[in-house]
């Protein structure tokens, strides 16, 4: 997207994507049902292979690879790694492999299972052997505590099997977790997890089709090795072959010498990281004088490295460009991969760090092409600012004395701006005003060593990160290009305070808008507390609140509960608790998964109201798959239903939640609220996309909905031209955007954030950019001189959230 991706992510590693496998951007597709057992937190299955041995295969032997994303080790005595045909009969059994040993905190565990009559390479020395002949291209594997075979055939009955611990399936297999099973295994290629060993339950999420990369319990693998002699372990002499670093990284974003093998390319070690992604940059001490050429590059080693910084090394590999997230148009990085590394000499001075700051990043972003992809355009790092990160991908970078723009987050990552002149907000972040106003400045930080050995820094927005951070310039598998840092400077606090809105008037009615983050019981008493006491605080406990992302009462147990009385009763007690009023309330029960969010979640919003404030006016008829209409006229207008949904079954609101509305009535007069959570951005480009200017296509969605729902106001209008109108909540897009402006085509309805001052315009924190999402709209029979609007910054900004949004309120005079 042009604009950032606000969606919610996962931690699990995107796929490994070479340049000639890219794919296509795609909206997210609803899940099919699947086996559902509690995603593994021990040891997974990292790695299967049925095509060893077959045509056109380069391993003997098919395979199955353990991996361990925990911190302790996992014993595998009395555990077995099971096989079951991808489209079992009913005289089909399970094979079985027994285990011994165990599975190192980080580490592999390789089984070897049957060879075919073909190949030209063995395995790595093997941790347990077997005689399982594998499909190559359909199949199901189970690692099992116990060596009796498995007896289930079906999806369900493997989930509901407590003896499985992880299973995969692939190709066109029956059984298998989640949505589908892994594509794309076949004589050549195998189905993996990425780096991180994440594990959702979900194959054809989980895992995707590669080289085979079988790897042991000592880190030997096909894929690399560190040699003491030459650079292909002994039979070429240790000097340095005719590449260079710049050479292989070229002046476009795609290496001259993708997808060939390079020997002995020298360097100098300047990161390692023996986490997620494996492996360590190298950076020629001798530049050329092009600077479009980079002259560092990351060699991807699968296993923890053995190098160290200041090694002086020479790398023979195979050249690959990796799209850290292909679907979201993501940039590339040039790799080196399938490693054999020659250590010549160790502790040898890293070359000096390149200083980013406001002398050298351009205010331009990118350079434009019209939609396509700027792969292989002359990189210009004197005029694009992605140009210039580029040219510098895998080089020691450095910012200094730099504002924090998004806090510290779960993951230990923030995002600092090394640009003086993007625009700053009101408290320090950089605020996002225009699709062509991207602010160039902004880069990301992460920690290369362990955390164990340097923590990482806790900051909120508008605190000061002192003094040098610097390390090898990374791009991140969500995007942004990232400081991958070896140095973390420290933080100044600068005292950022979470806000409290002014007090209503008697006289006012006042109305919140709250994204509440996929909340229901099982998030726990603190989270519950926490977002009471910000209705209590900093609202000031208005009259009537939107909230969004309510979830039903068991969360995300995908069992066709849809009821959520329970986890609005609990944020509801949990008010009152902290000194609030007792709240009413009013929403309609979605279908079940029909509403989008988090599978098996059933979002909605819900109307929390102060009875002794204002009234509901309960009109019948309202469900989930009714579409509320206007009836009457002037002072006699009023919903059909009360709840009620607008145009529940448009196709507009396929996947995504359909705007509530109700009839409430203060001080004797009637207010029309909708509560709002358009689609979300999942599908779109990102804004450091390869594709520029990058592609919205959520956005599409979002203006059929904005279109809908300005008819009904508009029609609402019709029978009451003073009709007094609020439409608030969680819309996902800009007050820029096209949705925005198609709510409030002909006037209908004022975004009222464009009242306040441009460096206040923001509800929310994305790749370091403050931005609206959430917007409070009203009517033109609430006069300007009585609304006073607010957004309220207790969330966005802070290491310590809530929720990811910060509410608003609007306190009006009917």
């Not at 565990?109 to 030209?120: I, Q, R, S």
């Not at 054809?204 to 085979?212: E, I, Q």
């Not at 042991?216 to 650079?231: A, D, Q, R």
């Not at 358009?678 to 480009?685: L, V, Y």
């Amino acid at each position: 997207m042009p604009s950032p991706t606000p969606v919610r992510r996962s931690r699990r590693t995107l796929l490994r994507v070479t340049a000639t496998a890219a794919v296509a951007a795609s909206l997210l597709a609803v899940p099919l049902p699947g086996a559902s057992a509690a995603p593994s937190t021990g040891a997974v299955i990292a790695e299967v292979y049925g095509g060893g041995g077959n045509s056109g295969a380069t391993l003997k032997n098919d395979f199955i690879e353990l991996g361990n994303p925990s911190g302790a080790a996992f014993g595998l005595a009395g555990y077995s790694v099971q096989y079951l045909p991808g489209s079992p009969s009913a005289s089909s059994q399970w094979g079985v492999t027994p285990l011994t040993g165990s599975v190192a905190p980080g580490g592999r565990y390789l089984v070897a299972e049957a060879a075919g009559t073909g190949g030209t390479t063995a395995l790595p020395a093997a941790d347990a052997t077997g005689t399982l002949a594998l499909s190559a291209t359909s199949g199901t594997v189970a690692l099992v505590d116990g060596t009796a075979a498995l007896t289930c055939k079906t999806a369900a009955d493997c989930a509901a099997d407590p003896r499985i611990v992880d299973l995969v399936g692939f190709g066109t297999a029956v059984v298998r977790e989640g949505s589908g099973p892994a594509a794309g295994a076949s004589n050549s290629a195998s189905v993996a997890r990425g780096a991180s060993l994440a594990d959702t339950d979900d194959n054809a999420k989980d895992l995707a089709a590669g080289d085979p990369t079988p790897t042991n319990t000592k880190g030997e693998t096909t894929g690399g090795s560190t040699t003491p002699g030459g650079g292909d372990g002994g039979t070429t002499p240790p000097v340095p072959g005719a590449l260079r670093i710049h050479d292989i990284q070229g002046t476009t974003r795609i290496s001259p010498k993708n997808g060939q093998t390079v020997t002995n390319v020298p360097g100098v070690v300047t990161g390692v990281r023996a986490y997620g992604t494996k492996g360590f940059w190298i950076q020629d001490p001798n530049p050329d004088n092009d600077p479009a050429t980079s002259e560092g590059v990351f060699v991807y080693t699968s296993a923890a490295p053995t190098v160290k910084v200041g090694d002086s090394v020479l790398v023979t590999a195979k050249v690959s460009e990796y799209y850290p997230n292909s679907s979201g148009g993501s940039q590339s990085i040039t790799e080196l991969t399938g490693p054999k590394t020659t250590v010549l000499s160790s502790g040898n001075p890293v070359p000096a760090p390149v200083v980013l700051d406001g002398a050298n990043i351009p205010a331009a972003y990118a350079p434009d092409a019209a939609g396509g992809s700027i792969d292989g355009l002359p990189l210009d790092p004197s005029k694009y600012a992605l140009d210039l990160y580029e040219s510098l991908e895998g080089m020691n970078v450095q910012v200094a004395d730099v504002p924090v723009v998004q806090a510290t987050d779960k993951y230990n990552e923030l995002w600092v701006d090394a640009r003086p002149a993007d625009p700053r907000t009101d408290r320090g972040g950089v605020v996002y005003l225009g699709y062509d106003k991207p602010n160039s400045g902004r880069i990301m930080v992460q920690s290369l060593p362990p955390l164990t050995e340097t923590p990482f820094p806790v900051a909120n927005v508008g605190d000061e990160l002192t003094g040098a951070t610097a390390g090898p310039l990374d791009y991140n598998q969500f995007g942004g290009y990232t400081i991958a840092a070896n140095t973390l400077g420290a933080v100044r606090d600068n005292g950022l305070q979470r806000e409290v809105a002014d007090r209503a008037l008697p006289s006012e009615l006042s109305i919140a808008t709250y994204n509440v983050e996929n909340l229901d019981p099982s998030d726990g008493p603190a989270k519950f507390a926490e977002l009471a006491q910000a209705v209590v605080t900093n609202l000031r406990s208005p009259d009537i609140i939107a909230l969004e992302e309510i979830q039903d009462d068991n969360g995300a147990v995908n069992d066709g509960t849809v009821d959520a009385s329970l986890t609005v009763k609990t944020f509801t007690d949990a008010i009152k608790a902290a000194g609030g009023p007792s709240y009413d309330w009013r929403s309609i029960d979605p279908v079940d998964g029909k509403d989008g969010g988090e599978p098996g979640g059933n979002i909605r919003q819900v109307f929390l109201f102060n009875p002794d404030r204002v009234s509901f006016t309960d009109i019948p008829g309202g469900t989930s798959t009714t579409a509320v209409d206007v009836t009457g006229t002037g002072k006699r207008t009023a919903l059909t239903a009360s709840p009620g949904r607008i145009a529940p079954n448009d196709e507009a609101w396929n996947s995504s939640r359909k705007p509530l509305v109700g009839q409430f009535s203060f001080h004797n007069k009637p207010v029309f609220v909708i509560a709002n959570h358009f689609n979300s951005k999942g599908g779109d480009q990102g804004i450091d996309s390869r594709f520029q200017a990058p592609t919205r296509s959520s956005e599409v969605q979002r203006v059929q909905q904005a279109t809908l729902e300005q008819a009904f106001v508009a029609k609402l209008l019709a029978a009451d031209p003073g009709a007094r109108i609020v439409s608030l909540g969680d819309f996902n897009d800009y007050q820029f955007s096209p949705a925005l402006q198609t709510l409030t085509k002909d006037g209908v309805l004022r975004d009222l954030v464009n009242d306040l001052p441009a460096d206040e315009r923001y509800s929310y924190v994305y790749q370091g950019n403050s931005q609206v999402l959430d917007h409070i709209l009203v009517s033109d029979a609430f006069k300007r001189q009585h609304v006073r609007y607010d957004v309220v910054h207790i969330n966005s900004e802070f290491a310590a959230q809530a929720s990811d949004h910060d509410p608003q309120v609007v306190r009006v005079k009917p």
